[in-house]
Nanobody, 124 residues
Framework: QVQLVESGGRLVQAGDSLRLSCATS????????FGWFRQAPGKERRFVAA????????YYADSLKGRFTISRDAVKNILYLDMNNLKPDDTAVYYC?????????????????WGQGTQVTVSS
């Protein structure tokens, strides 16, 4: 069972950039697709980005494309989310998640392992 631990969340100002990390256990990138999701207070969990397990192909929420970048380091077993030009609406708890399916998906029910989340707060 893969284990996920997010880090990097903090208070930033609008316009800043931030990198989130998700440490994974074991050689997971060939077995799992990974995704980032976020949940703002009082709102449902929403898809941010995903990366395929074999090809490394990426998929983004339309509203975030161009500002957010998902990537992975297979040597360090770390998943990243680079966020640029942050806005107050980006304030949320960010979660990384692992899915055993081959295709990229924004459906959070297809992800069966989740980290504990990391808080990102963007002040105006």
């Amino acid at each position: 069972q893969v284990q996920l631990v997010e880090s990097g969340g903090r208070l930033v100002q609008a316009g800043d950039s931030l990198r989130l990390s998700c440490a994974t256990s074991g050689r997971t990138f060939t077995s799992y697709a990974f995704g980032w999701f976020r949940q703002a207070p009082g709102k449902e969990r929403r898809f941010v980005a995903a990366i395929a397990r074999s090809t490394g192909a990426t998929y983004y929420a339309d509203s975030l494309k161009g500002r957010f970048t998902i990537s992975r380091d297979a040597v360090k077993n770390i998943l990243y989310l680079d966020m640029n030009n942050l806005k107050p609406d980006d304030t949320a708890v960010y979660y990384c998640a692992a899915s055993p399916i081959a295709t990229l998906t924004a459906d959070y029910t297809r992800y069966d392992t989740w980290g504990q989340g990391t808080q990102v707060t963007v002040s105006s």
